[in-house]
């Protein structure tokens, strides 16, 4: 999940390069580096930590080819000699994915290596295959057949941008499950491991390419020529970019903060516009399925646990909800009529798209809800419903998980002939507008939480947990109320927040018993409501609205605590430790 970045533009390129190497940083950001043409010499320019280290140390520099990598380590520490982009003697590449087969290829390679990464052996494999392809006297075609030779000696996952110093004036391209989107300028040619990398140049870019697995692009100034597996050219349609919302912070400190105040806009965009010739299907077929299996990762997921509330409400039909890095690996029961629905903002999470794999072996129907259009997953997917959040880059998701929801309340909706409700983007801007931090001060420097709901909201109670252990680095557990006492209340004491959301008025007071079992151990006790409980504890009171979309609204001011407390304690909410946005690798 490192991010690259690779062009072929006049004067310009290493400039461009960092710049959407920036864009790229939520993917990954202990270290990054830098390969460049200036004059004749190749520069390479390594630094440890974020891209503005890296800028500084490259500064400004004339430049017509260059790539770039911002790294999320894998295999090797985040040291200057593991950053990218490796070499061999002709080969100079960044890499984004996993080489699983590394150690055994490396056991057959005689050139020293100075690394403990992985990618390493993509430069030292390409420069083998270079010598012994010795015999094809045109350059280009020699690196295009090392290309593919290593191609076929690979096993893993990757996304590999190169210079080849026998032809430094063009960049190749080669990808295999990690995402690789190829862009036309005029007179500038760009190669990025996401589109949104490219944002800042938007006027100067005018056609974009998702590359296939296994294909390969010869990049220059002038021109990309796209290749196949078997070196025959190719065409590779034009894929369309999304108008996306501003990537810059605005007026907000944090990308995190903005993401939030975009959930209005957000909602609007994504009711307007889902409803798609395959939301119509999707939304006809839904309850002829005889199974319907949920998949996802990680605050999709939680979306996924909404899903099946709301499915199983609407359709009275049962459905599952599976992580998809389990989903992956389980006793597969194969069932006719199946439908496997994967939840996704990126599109590219490894592990789900394993699943959907697995899926459409399996035989069953598969659907995406996802943010990103052009991503993998829209590729293998039988149905495609698009969210519109626009881009999000703050690592932890905010407003394209209440997009996700929404989109799971429509299909629901109109797979059971319900109206949908209305003005959700107004409610979402009064709940935003409503947050107090003053009130919560108290709870700034609580170290242990707990969140509890049920039904739906125990899925907001797991998603408001995640987004404080994600940004905050403190232990949260979210949970479902009505299992505190089967082995949790042991934990609660008086150093305990238990936040409590009640959403739901069929079962109100099922979770304020939960609330007063807690208050009676000296927990604190924030209440998420519209119902007004402020006698039970402190509250934060949401605007009512229709109960079933009532997860749209409740998330919002865990998502705003979540970043006030991260913010707070001098942490970086957009760019938490150990994590990265798009988790491209098992
Ligand atoms: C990572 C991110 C999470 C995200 C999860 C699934 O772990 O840090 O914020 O929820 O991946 O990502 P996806 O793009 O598939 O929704």
């Known amino acids: 999940m490192c991010g690259i970045y690779g062009c072929c533009q006049r004067a310009k390129a290493a400039k461009s390069a960092l710049c959407g190497l920036e864009k790229l940083e939520y993917r990954g950001y202990d270290s990054a580096g830098i390969a460049f043409l200036e004059g004749e010499k190749i520069e390479i320019i ?29 295999h090797g520490r985040a040291t200057a000699l593991n950053c990218h982009p490796h070499t061999s003697e002709n080969f100079i590449i960044v890499h984004n994915g996993i080489i699983e087969n590394f150690k055994e290829l490396k056991s057959n390679i005689s050139e020293k290596f100075y690394s403990e990464t992985d990618s390493e052996v993509i430069a030292k494999l390409l420069e083998k295959n270079f010598d012994e392809l010795s015999e094809i006297s045109d350059i280009n075609e020699r690196i295009l057949n090392s290309i593919l030779k290593t191609q076929n000696q690979l096993i893993g996952s990757w996304a590999v941008i190169l210079i080849c110093r026998k032809n430094p004036l063009k960049i190749y391209a080669f990808k295999n499950k990690s995402p690789l989107i190829v862009a036309r300028g005029k007179g500038e040619n760009h190669v990025a491991s996401d589109i949104n990398a490219f944002e800042k140049r938007e006027k100067n870019l005018l056609k974009y390419y998702n590359l296939n697995n296994r294909n390969i692009a010869e990049i220059s100034q002038e021109n990309i020529i796209f290749y196949d597996e078997k070196l025959n050219k190719i065409e590779i349609k034009e894929i369309k970019k999304q108008c996306e919302i501003c990537q810059e912070n605005c007026n907000y400190k944090h990308k995190m903060l903005k993401e939030i105040n975009e959930i209005p806009k957000a909602i609007y965009s994504t009711k307007k516009h889902i409803k798609n010739s395959d939301f119509k299907k999707l939304s006809k077929k839904l309850k002829n399925y005889s199974k319907i299996t949920i998949v996802g990762c990680g605050t999709a997921y939680h979306a996924g646990l909404y899903g099946k509330f709301i499915l199983e409400k609407y359709l009275n039909k049962n459905v599952s909800v599976e992580l998809a890095s389990e989903f992956r690996y389980k006793t597969q029961i194969k069932e006719k009529n199946e439908l496997v629905l994967a939840i996704s903002q990126s599109g590219e ?25 052009g991503s993998s ?37 109109s797979a059971s002939g319900k109206r949908i409700s209305r003005g959700i983007d107004k409610i979402a ?78 079962i109100l007071d099922k979770t304020l018993n939960a609330v007063h079992e807690v208050k009676a151990r000296g927990a604190k006790v924030l209440i998420v409501s519209q119902f007004e409980l402020a006698g039970e504890g402190k509250e934060i009171l949401l605007p009512a609205a229709k109960e079933e979309i009532m997860p749209l609204i409740s998330v919002i001011p865990l998502q705003l605590f979540a970043y006030h407390y991260s913010e707070n304690n001098g942490l970086n909410p957009d760019m938490p430790r150990n994590l990265a946005k798009s988790v491209t690798v098992e």
């Open 429 to 506: 801007n009064k709940t935003i507008l409503s947050f107090s931090l003053e009130n919560l001060k108290e709870f700034l420097g609580v170290k242990k939480f707990f969140f509890v709901g049920r039904l739906c909201d125990s899925a907001t109670a797991s998603e408001g947990a995640l987004k404080l252990k994600e940004i905050a680095y403190v232990h949260s557990e979210g949970y479902s109320a009505g299992e505190l006492k089967h082995g949790t209340l042991s934990l609660v004491d008086e150093n305990s927040l238990v936040i409590a959301i009640i959403t739901q008025s069929n």
């Open 46 to 74: 390594k630094s440890v930590g974020k891209v503005s280290n890296l800028k500084i140390k490259v500064g400004e520099k004339v430049s017509n080819i260059a790539i770039a990598h911002t790294r999320w380590a894998t």
């Open 349 to 373: 999470t490894a592990d789900t798209l394993a699943a959907i794999e697995i899926a459409r072996k399996n035989g069953a129907e598969t659907a995406a809800i996802t943010n990103v259009c």
């Open 377 to 413: 997953i829209t590729r293998i997917c039988d149905y495609v419903l698009q969210t519109r959040a626009g881009a999000e880059v703050a690592v932890a998701a905010t407003k394209s998980y209440v997009c996700q929801i929404l989109a799971l309340y429509m299909l629901a909706s």
